[in-house]
DNA sequence: CTGAAAGCGCTTACAG
DNA sequence: CTGAAAGCGCTTACAG
């Protein structure tokens, strides 16, 4: 008959333990202020009874809430990529919360940064997180104005520090990947490329756009870019678009491995041979990438340490240290079957 | 200059607006005990001054955390299928939650069930949330017997009810499904199926093979079944045994879009026609399954309803109702370009 | 209808 | 080293 014990608190083990409350406490906090006498008998008593701090009672107290805040913004149709990212992205973030007991505290929106950003001022204001984490940052995004109003407000953000201008962020290294890229199919040969993007108002949109444009010009390249959704539908028909062009590009990098697997396809389908006639490179490796006929050549990178990294600034900004930002850690190229040497024509 | 203003609490308000501090919380909280014009004066110069209720005082004294505890086990390497059912889940749940102005408190462990166990039982101990939601529920879970002994947590679970005997669970539709599955081959004239199911671990895969077996039987018709883990080299290797089988299959249904994608690959590759020599049915439609060639006929269901369902038998909980255990709405199946009645030879 | 008071469980100066 | 006490911000009986 396990009755469910009502709550057992540090006024019970202090009573059960023949000490005061406090130095229950300065015992069970490994706090200096009791003999090691004391401390033991504590914690042996504190164990045998059960006894676990009430989360509520130490946040009041001690004005911490071990629980660190990300919204994650949701989108019906092209939540899918997203999806992924932010769950390895939490992953990762855990891993590193786990060992310091804290949480996250997870809120899902589909009202965009705007309702995002009500959310992250209201856990300001009653302070229901110790911090947060910002993904999914978009041009003129409110909630950069509201961590900006509240330095108090510990935040770090996964952007790009041209957007997020001098609030802590971990940026991406979209600029390099965009770049690794364009050498890589200028060096099998290409010279006309292009991009099937994913929509404008993504900053990782804009900074691939111009990282890709810059060094193309560099070297002497031509690439078109082309911008929708992440959608195979998108994909499809953007591919198409390209090849109808009279002077159609010899590679195609898309933004997510579901237009790049779309692309690769309806190329294939009208006629075109990926990677003969075509090269196809997929931005963001997925188990898609592989699966796909030919496997796609991606640009891949580590989303759980990215979570990883984005822990461990949050810590320590928690810890009261000031922090800066950090970069990602850099893509990598991996070459499958989709992209080849530029064919003699 | 806009003073980070140090917090602002009933005490304030009720000063500014010369009443009590009850009267304020009264008023606040919509209950009666205060007049009209009194509660209407408090309310406005509570919004004037930016008055947000303190999560943890309110926790404290009401004994609710407004917070619902999930705790996710991720796999290195099969993380895929299932990070996504759970992201889309818990967007239904915070869809849910988010009116009533409840959060969820996320922890994700690679320390399987038992780790995840562990978490739970910290959270009961220590009155972190107000419910719990559990998924991946595994043959011999201890999660099962933890809830059974705190009978006063509030929990569901996702599963059968076979298999959690009485705790409130949202149990799947998957013998439904595989039923489902296996008369609509039969229509199209398959006698003979096989199944590249997911590990023997999962509660599921036994449903799923249990009903399968049943239906074929009352069918007349046969079923091989073979186990793996949610990879696409599994997909590949387990279609390609079934393939050398001296009475290969006409038909094999996936338990995962992983395996579909790389079992329809492997029997082209083979230079075995699909679905003119076999039919691919994948479980849990995805992204990849209309990328695939052939557009994979699946076996689909709304993940995000789950979450809704779900959210709302943990609601009805909380608010001292006695919830029984609900069924998810049933599978539907897709028709795609991966099936065709069966060929004769 | 309204105010003064106790209590939620823990932490932390402050005196012994 | 140890205990008594105040305080964190809110809720809720309990008297007026």
Known sequence: MTMPKTTITITDVAKAAGVSKSAVSYALNGKPGVSDATRAKVLDVARSMGWKPNNAAKSLSDASTRTIGVVQLVDDAENFGAGMFAMDCLAGLCQVLDPRDYSITLRMTAGGA???CR????????GAVDAHLIMGVELG??????FRAHPEAKAVFLSQRAVTKGLPTLYSSDDEGARMVVRYLHGLGHRNIARIAG???????????????DECSKLGMRCTTLHGKYLAAVGEQLCLALLEFGDSPTAIVCDTDVTAVAA?????????SVPGDLSIVAWDDSPSCTSATPKLTALHRDVRS???KAGSMLLRMIDGESV???????YQL???DSTAPVSEA
């Open 199 to 213: 929509p404008e108002e993504y900053v990782h949109t804009i900074t691939r756009d111009q990282a890709t444009a």
């Open 306 to 308: 990215i979570g990883v």
């Open 141 to 146: 995004d409110p909630r950069l104005a509201l």
């Open 119 to 126: 959310i992250h001022e209201e856990w300001i204001a009653s």
């Open 114 to 116: 705007h309702a995002a």
């Open 334 to 336: 991996i070459e499958r």
């Open 264 to 272: 690769a396809r309806a190329a294939i389908a009208r006629g075109v």
């Open 324 to 330: 800066d930002s950090e970069p990602e850690d850099p």
